[in-house]
């Protein structure tokens, strides 16, 4: 074939757009046969194989394992003879996946070439089909590794699974595992080689008559020497690749090898060339926002950082002397502590007596660092601020997992940091059966990448040392870090140092101080004792505000435990929002506008029913009665549970009393306190938003419910879930519907291709609905019936006729009338109530749930929250955990999640991959017609944890329900793949998905084996 013959993705089914290549069956030079299996590739349906059906060698560039590409597009070629590669623009390579995805890869490959930095040379094969030992990634961050000992010996036999050297990374001394038989062979390198990842070290033959026994040849050493490639070995010869011209020349750096590239962004990606530049400046590129395609970090970002941080950038200082090359781990640290410079960071100290938590500590079991660690867990409750993060630009990450960070000393002497993961969540005994093998791992340097990885806090104690006073460096990725001095006649100097773009100096004496209490008084948090509500000569022992899900939840949790409760409620029924302006009513509705929907599908089945039309005074007595006799219901069981429910407004007078102003107003003392007063819709400071609401023109999704008639034309301010759902519902009622959207996609919250393909599916089934993204509403005019939203998208300005305008922004806490201030309990972000995970105030007694509190502001979280928040006023441990929340949008078809997206697993430190299954391969969506939309799975790699579900189709609010227990109860692939689910239902589909992604995960690993 005189020119090369493209393997393409094949369309294996008709619903196919895109395969996920699973393994390569072939090798590059291989002779391929027609109807050879070259590669396995990954469907919506099945893994399946790919023939090719000419003949030919296989050449590169191939797409890279797990790589996903769309049909139609090449993965590899054919050609006449055994030449290696073709050129190819536009493969997503193993190189070029690493670092980025396909439509970033232009801007890779030309900082590579600018770059200009030779690719290691690899030995000679010993035989022909020989296997390479090769030097292993085993972390994000390792570009390369010190070759410690060779476990086998030239000439002997080996088994899958063996070990055949130990390896040092940059963290650690790891063993090197082979997944292949054979006998070992040269050349071989020598001990204290360093060696760049993927280099081969030593090959596999498959008898003994052929392997070499040559001298064996180093690279460079770890202590000291030049490189010495061996002699014969071919120079690198780089890859063909299309050239994109940097707008700016890159910048200079040695291309010597003498530079360590700075290791992988976290949640992030970076080209090569920037990572190597951000390593020869001592950089980190963590939190770094990248200028190039998809946001990958370029050359240029890294310039940029370099710039805003020359006053603090360390000068390169001549030493005489002959200094020996620094160890992996010694690197490691340097680069850190170069990186740290760039952080303006101050130092607060407060001496502890430690005695009492020394003695706990000891009647308890435990050690005194796991009781230490345990504490600032606690503390960091009270202040989440500190066990928060920088972001750049000007972001902080927050909600963090309590990941503790705890210096320990090797037993050559060196300094790792192992990670005792999620304190938060766990008790002392667990803690110690975690830290005992973790602190065994790390003395010996045996740790796995998960076992230092990503520390949101960390402590180091030189206390043991005798030191008296020191100060710790913070490190990116962390806001704080405490240090801890010995034990003098004041007490135990800790010094926390903090990252001051995070955390401020009140901050920071307000951790300290709630540090100093839980130290020197163990007693109240080191085992749960029945209830912490403070006792007193108090009205009641509880007083709630509010009565929708959180606060109902809450008072009813802790009536069944005897403890008195009040609850004061602003209405003369309970249920809140949910119950009366959100969830119920507005399902009421949609229900109907189902029944309409639905009609649609009757004459594919048969059906002749007519043309439906709505009743809306019919429709509103049904919605009423509902919402009423369901308050009613409510509150004989409140008041049934010995509830004493006030109707009023309650305002604070003082940390244990309030003044209540209404039907059954009166002064109320109180032991303890549960705010749950919800969050008023939110309006945005619009021209024209005010004068429209008081005038009836517009509505918000708290006054909707007042409507005489639906109107016939709507214009919908936001386009998130509440936005959506009202938008489809009246346009199923007969209106014409646009919905106007600041953001680049609607409903932001949704994963992103759920979220495109929503789009898709209302336009084929929601003919008169509109909805415009990325615009600015400059203002309102006009009356009811008659209205103008003027609006503007880039240069061009439109008007939007309406007979009615509903703003449908969001809703934000408004804690204006409580007078929290009488209290003492602190407001964090725009205006909501600051808590910890367990709901607990800056006022130990006082604590808050639901949508006063931000975050997701939905029934099911406020009624969780204020369970939780029972179980700690009653002596329990319990927290909310947001990354196992779910929740649905009632659009149709509906989107529904729980627990984390790929992006949001990624960005947490996991390693994860996600399968996904159209819906239109489903049996049950092809008998009812409800075949837009798919399903995704996301799933931990390595343990094979369901971290995340997410929906686009009919049925989510059901279907949802078994992946919430998946992710709640943390199952694996394993347990959901072996289920029996029953047929024909869409649960089989989750049984399927597992099955996919496990089988996709083994044949992935045979292929890198």
Known sequence: MAEPYVIKMPQLSDTMTEGVLVSWEKQPGDRVERGDVVATIETDKAIMDVEVFRSGFLAGPLAAVDSVVPVGEAIGYLTDTPQ?????????????????????RAAVEAEAESASVPAPAASAAPAENAYPIKMPQLSDTMTEGVLVSWEKQLGDRVERGDIVATVETDKAIMDVEVFRSGFLSGPMLSVDSVVPVGEAMAWLVDSADKVQREAKRALASATGGAANRSVGTPAPTPATAPVVTPAEPAPAVPSDGSIRPAPRPRGAKATPYARLL????????????????????????????TAAASNVAAAAVAVPGDGRPMTAIEKSISQAMTASLTIPVFHVTMHIRPEALQRAAKAEGVSFTVALAKAVSEALLRQPRINAAYQHPDRIVEGRPHDIGIAATTEDGSLVVPVLRDL???????????????????????????????????????????????????????????????????????TISADHRVVNGADAAAFLKDLKALVEAPQSWLTASGPVIPEGNYDVQVLVIGAGPGGEDCARELAENGIRVAMVNHAPLPGGECLWRGCIP??????????????????????????????????????????????????????????QVLEGHARFTGPHSVDIEGRDARTLTFAACVIAAGAPAFVPPIPGAKEALAAGAAVTSDTVWDLTAPPKRLCIIGAGAIGMEMAQMFHDFGAEVTVLEALPRPVAEMEAELAEQLMRALAKNSPRL?????????????????????????????????????????????????ALERAGVRLGERGAIAV????????????????????????????????????????????????????????????????????QAKAAGLDVVE??????????????????????????????????????????????????????????????????????TQTELFGEMARRLLSRLRRSARAKA
Not at 845 to 871: E, K, P, W
Request: hydrophobic share 40%.
């Open 586 to 643: 507005s399902k009421a509705w949609r229900a109907a506008a189902d029944r309409i929907r639905d009609r649609v599908h009757d004459a594919a089945m048969g059906i002749q029913l007519g043309e439906p039309h709505l009743d809306w005074q019919q429709l509103e007595q049904h919605r009423r009665s509902i919402v009423q006799t369901r308050g009613e219901m409510a509150l004989k069981t409140d008041q049934g549970m010995k509830i």
């Open 424 to 494: 938060a969540n766990k008790d002392l005994k667990t803690l110690q059966e975690e830290w005992t093998p973790l602190l065994e791992r790390a003395r010996k340097r045996r740790l796995s990448p998960a076992d230092y990885q990503h520390p949101t806090f960390t402590i180091s104690n030189m206390g043991m040392y005798g030191v008296s006073q020191f100060d710790a460096i913070v490190t990116p990725g962390t806001a704080a870090i405490l240090a801890v001095a010995a034990t003098g006649p004041d007490g135990m100097p800790v």
């Open 836 to 903: 910890d995970t367990r709901g607990q105030t800056s006022v130990p007694h006082i604590y808050a749930v639901g949508d006063v509190v931000g975050g997701y502001m939905l029934a099911h979280t406020a009624a969780q929250q204020g369970r939780v928040a029972a179980a700690n006023l009653l002596g329990h441990r319990a927290t909310y955990e947001a990354r196992k929340d779910c929740g649905v949008t009632f659009t149709r078809p509906q989107v529904a999640f729980v627990g984390l997206t790929t992006e």
């Open 770 to 818: 509109q909805v415009f993204t990325d615009v600015q509403v400059k203002d309102i005019s006009g009356e009811a019936g008659n209205l103008q939203i003027r609006y503007g998208k880039g240069q061009e300005t439109q008007v939007v006729a309406a007979d009615l305008l509903l703003i449908a922004t969001g809703k934000r806490p408004d804690t204006s009338g409580l």
């Open 84 to 104: 290696g590669s073709v050129d190819s623009p536009g493969m997503v390579t193993a190189d070029s996946a690493k670092s980025t995805d396909s439509r970033a």
């Open 915 to 984: 399968v996904k299954v159209p819906m239109s391969i489903d049996a049950k969506a092809m008998m009812t017609g409800e075949t837009d939309g798919l399903i995704k799975m996301v799933a931990e790699r390595q343990s094979h944890r369901i971290v995340g579900v997410h929906f686009l189709t009919d049925h989510a609010d059901t279907l949802v329900g078994e992946a919430v227990m998946m992710v709640s109860a943390e199952l694996t692939l394993e347990q959901v793949a072996t289920a029996i689910h029953p047929h024909p």
């Open 278 to 305: 951000a390593g020869s400046r001592g950089l980190s590129l963590d939190g770094l926002r990248g200028s190039g395609p998809d946001g990958v970090i370029v050359a240029a970002d890294v310039s940029a950082q």
